[in-house]
């Protein structure tokens, strides 16, 4: 394994400075396209903990985010639970805050009212729904709306929030994703101004 090495972490910022150019080029293209936002996705970052993330990706991610936010946001989606401090006090939710990104978007497993704590207003927060219970046919009607209304009432506090599913909205089968969409579009109307 390559983290086994004593030159691993250079190892793996060579890996990741040479795939810096393309993530830009590729941003590039998309705004020139007409993109108004570009969303990152960084499904890993929960598997390898802050002091990897910090040694190996951070000044990268930084550094991609700060090229396409002279045009466009970035909404970085972050995959886990990334609510994670080590035991040398790296805290996963400050890393990932001080990337600049515009837009968090934490799953569900990350503790939505002490990610606002933390972040505060750096960066706007979206997500944080559990989707094992939207995409279930397991789980009640009544228990998809008191999970969404649960998102929506712990991210209003303070602002900065904006409702999503905390990963990928579950679209199988389409009459259950359309009926909890059209649930969440409901609540979202009705409790989410602020």
């Known amino acids: 394994m390559l983290c086994k090495k004593p030159e691993w972490i250079q ?7 040479r795939i810096l150019p393309v993530q830009k080029e590729f941003a ?9 936002i570009i969303g990152a996705g960084d499904s890993a970052i929960s598997q390898i903990g802050p002091m990897r993330y910090e040694k190996c990706c951070l000044d990268a991610t930084k550094e991609l985010f700060t090229y396409i936010q002279k045009q466009v946001p970035v909404l970085y989606h972050i995959c886990g639970d990334n609510s994670v401090i080590d ?4 805290d996963m939710l400050n ?5 600049n990104a515009a837009i968090l978007d934490l799953d569900y497993q990350v503790d939505l009212e002490r990610a606002k704590e933390k972040i505060g207003k750096k960066n706007c927060i979206r997500g ?9 046919l397991s789980y009640p009607l009544s228990e998809v709306i008191k999970e969404i209304e649960k998102t929506i009432q712990m991210g209003k506090p303070r ?4 409702y999503a599913a905390g990963c990928e909205w579950p679209w199988e089968p389409l009459s259950m994703a359309s009926r909890n969409l ?13």
């Open 128 to 136: 944080n729904t559990n989707t094992q219970v939207l995409g279930s």
């Open 95 to 99: 890393l990932v805050s001080s990337t």
């Open 11 to 17: 190892e793996i910022k060579n890996l990741i400075y």
């Open 87 to 90: 035991k040398e006090g790296r």
């Open 182 to 194: 059209g649930i969440a579009k409901t609540l979202i109307e009705k409790l989410g101004y602020y």
């Open 28 to 36: 590039a293209l998309q705004i020139e396209a007409g993109a108004t």
């Open 159 to 162: 602002g900065f929030y904006m």
